[in-house]
């Protein structure tokens, strides 16, 4: 498990994905590991290389649209995945490094935010010291947990745990109240699981055992580098599966995690007590900063009554083991080579396909961005995004808006009484472009040198978690954002009402100054409408304009909703994404609803700029609609390794690349008169079959 960007951050990220919708990166990830390619991205609008024109674009439009790409980038080691979208990734990822290596040179002022990126760069990029060092830096944490003689002591090395970036049995944070969004309320969600999902453990095919028989090797192979002996390692590797699996048994699947009711239960802390009198809570929230807690959300209850259980029934040196698991695995890459060799092994070659690691700058880059992010993202915004890129984002999103309130006021099968609802919630999007307004403050932040680089980066997550805790029954911050201004990446906040556009995506081939308007609104304009789309989405559309789970809808409209939500679950449930693998119309309703959504609102948006005008001339031989298709699909080109696809398959709520063209396109009636799609090809779906949400 790479400790990349700092764990505090990890457990944040997983409990506001409850709510927020991210466009395409998942949520533990700051910035996807790839290879810049000056081809990759197109630089004045549709690149003829790209496609593929052999491919019949009825038949599939994605080879088509995205085959010639696909052929001149093919996946080089260290990917498990590459394509556009990870390409504009890299370019931020260089531009960076630059930012970084122009401050580490220089003498900065002890307790400067120079100096803190500096010195935390040079310790990453210092594999001579981290080798010389072995696994000294991690004693002292393994000695905190074996120091553990009494479950009744349990509850205060959770805490410490918890505080130092290490979750076990399950994840907490502070974030918006779902149901009084103005305020901050301490969450505790399920978790505890080392790898991504319950099927992980679940699931009895081949593929799964092989996994689950590499991942004992792998625990195995890691306890004899902290220290341990064989049969130390052997004893650990089967206490850990062993409560993981009863852990992963009684977790929510990940399609009822999409369900904001289901994953709201405010309680006191005395109805908490009562559901797990194992652990003692008053230790706990005390450990953790919050004394004074009264009450809280858990999201859900049945997987937390299952912790209660392992802690009462399995012998403690067992639960040891897995708590000594959650310091090792979450600290292995930031130890010698051997360390981090032996959990990539695992974590990126069997569960993702790749074959080597990234360059070590790539990942001491992601460090800072995981620490120090808003501080590399101020110099960043200073040196690469314009206000002009701002001005025209924000024109952008206005005609968007106005699609859309277009859209909805036609709508057949929506009562007037919840249109006025609908077009209120549009209008009270909070739209955030490029950055925040206000920059975090990392003077309580300290980066000492003289330590090693787990200690500096575990310094990180207290600071990390002390901001967390001090939110807590305070205010929400709208103006908060929840990505750095260099992340490739978009994402709407229920619970604000907002819609985020960091700087970074706001490149080819997503936005383009030199591109005709056909291309922009079929690339970053479908980005903005997906956006707006979660606000309506079977996740967005419970909360209200305010930002509270709150229900809006008539209930004839709420069915209505359903019905046809329920056709795009059934397309991509029919989807086989490898082998017997079908894809997840359920876990991916929200984001295929972004796309579909998307898709709609951005055309007509883009028609709505053609008014009294001339229809524009074709370009390399393609018309205005289909350079506006040819758009949307080039951001999905990517090539993409068997096991990454089911990895992502298994927790990915997004479709992948290749079904976020094909899945989504047969939905649009723009598309088939573009392309003159007719029954006798093999995308073709009869008008009456088709999607009609948004």
């Known amino acids: 498990m790479q400790r990349n960007v700092q764990n505090k951050l990890k457990i944040t990220k997983y409990i506001i994905s409850m709510k927020k919708n991210i466009i395409y990166l998942t949520l533990i990830t700051f910035m996807m590991v790839t290879a810049c390619n000056k081809s990759s991205v197109q630089t004045d609008g549709i690149d003829v290389s790209n496609l593929d024109t052999t491919a019949i674009p009825g038949n599939d439009f994605y080879q088509y649209a995205c085959g010639g790409w696909m052929a001149s980038h093919p996946l080089l080691p260290e990917y498990a995945r590459y394509g556009t979208f990870d390409a504009l990734g890299e370019k931020s990822k260089e531009q960076v490094r630059e930012l970084i290596d122009e401050i580490a040179k220089k003498n900065n002022a002890k307790g400067s935010v120079a100096q803190k990126i500096g010195d935390l760069y040079s310790l990453s990029m210092d594999s001579v010291r981290r080798n010389k060092e072995g696994n000294a830096p991690l004693l002292p944490y393994l000695a905190k947990v074996n120091d553990l003689t009494d479950k009744k002591d349990l509850a205060a090395i959770l805490a410490w745990m918890s505080h130092n970036g290490y979750a076990a049995f399950?994840?907490?944070?502070?974030?918006?109240?779902d149901k009084n969004s103005s305020m901050n309320i301490y969450h505790l969600v399920q978790g505890g699981l080392s790898l991504g999902d319950r099927d992980y453990y679940l699931q009895k095919d081949a593929r799964m055992q092989e996994i689950r028989t590499k991942y004992v090797a792998a625990i195995e192979k890691l306890f004899g580098l902290s220290g341990y002996t064989p049969e130390e390692g052997k004893k650990a590797s089967v206490a850990v599966l062993k409560i993981e699996t009863q852990l992963a048994t009684a977790a929510f699947p990940r399609e009822k995690r999409r369900d904001p009711e289901a994953n709201y239960h405010k309680i006191s802390t005395e109805e908490l007590a009562k559901i797990a009198p194992a652990l003692d809570w008053t230790t706990y929230f005390k450990g953790i900063g919050i004394p004074e807690i009264k009450e809280l959300n858990l999201g859900q209850i049945e997987p937390l009554a299952e912790v209660n259980k392992i802690i009462q029934t399995t012998d403690l040196q067992d639960i040891k083991y897995y708590l000594l698991w959650k310091v090792i695995s979450g600290s292995a890459s930031t130890l010698d080579n051997e360390f981090a060799e032996a959990s990539f092994d695992f974590f990126g070659r069997t569960l993702t396909g790749r074959e080597q690691q990234p360059e070590r700058w790539k990942r001491a880059v992601n460090a800072i961005n995981g620490t120090l992010g808003e501080a590399?993202?101020?110099?960043?915004?200073?040196?690469?995004?314009?206000?002009?890129?701002?001005?025209?984002?924000?024109?952008?999103?206005?005609?968007?808006?106005?699609?859309?309130?277009?859209?909805?006021?036609?709508?057949?099968?929506?009562s007037d009484v919840t249109k006025a609802k609908a077009q209120e919630k549009l209008s009270s999007f909070l739209v955030k472009v490029g950055y925040p307004d206000k920059w975090r403050d990392y003077s309580a932040l300290t980066i000492d040198k003289s330590k090693s680089y787990l200690e500096n980066l575990i310094a990180s997550d207290n600071f990390a978690s002390d901001y967390e805790i001090s939110k807590w029954n305070k205010p929400v911050d709208k103006d908060e954002w929840y990505m750095t201004p260099q992340t490739v990446?978009?994402?709407?906040?229920?619970?604000?009402?907002?819609?985020n556009?960091?700087?970074?995506?706001?490149?080819?081939?997503?936005?383009?100054?030199d591109a005709d308007d056909a291309v922009n609104y079929g690339a970053i304009g479908v980005v903005i409408g997906h956006e707006m789309s979660h606000g309506f989405d079977d996740q967005g559309r419970q909360f209200d304009k305010d930002g509270n789970l709150k229900d809006w809808w008539t209930p004839e409209d709420t069915e209505k909703f359903k019905e046809r939500a329920q056709v795009l679950v059934d397309v991509f449930d029919n989807i086989i994404v490898i082998?017997?693998?079908?894809a997840n119309g359920r876990y991916t309703l929200g984001e295929n609803i972004g796309d579909q959504g998307g898709l709609q609102i951005a055309w007509q948006a883009y028609q709505n700029t053609l008014k009294g005008k001339t229809a524009p001339a074709p370009i390399d031989g393609f018309t205005d609609a289909q350079r506006f298709f040819l758009a949307y699909s080039?951001?999905?080109?990517?090539?993409?390794?068997?096991?990454a696809i089911l990895e992502r398959t298994k927790t990915d709520p997004h479709a992948l690349g290749r079904w976020r063209v094909n899945g989504a396109l047969p939905q649009i009636d723009a598309w088939y008169e573009a392309w003159n799609?007719?029954?006798e090809n093999t995308m073709y779906v009869p008008k009456e079959k088709r999607v009609a949400i948004w």
């Open 170 to 177: 399950f994840y907490e944070g502070v974030g918006a109240d």
């Open 376 to 414: 590399v993202g101020q110099l960043y915004v200073e040196k690469y995004f314009s206000p002009a890129a701002k001005e025209k984002m924000l024109t952008l999103v206005k005609n968007l808006q106005t699609a859309l309130g277009e859209r909805i006021q036609n709508l057949e099968w929506m």
């Open 489 to 499: 990446n978009a994402y709407y906040d229920p619970s604000t009402n907002s819609i």
């Open 501 to 513: 556009f960091p700087a970074a995506i706001l490149q080819p081939p997503f936005f383009n100054v």
């Open 579 to 582: 082998d017997s693998l079908h």
């Open 634 to 643: 080039t951001v999905w080109a990517a090539n993409i390794r068997p096991e």
């Open 677 to 679: 799609v007719t029954p």
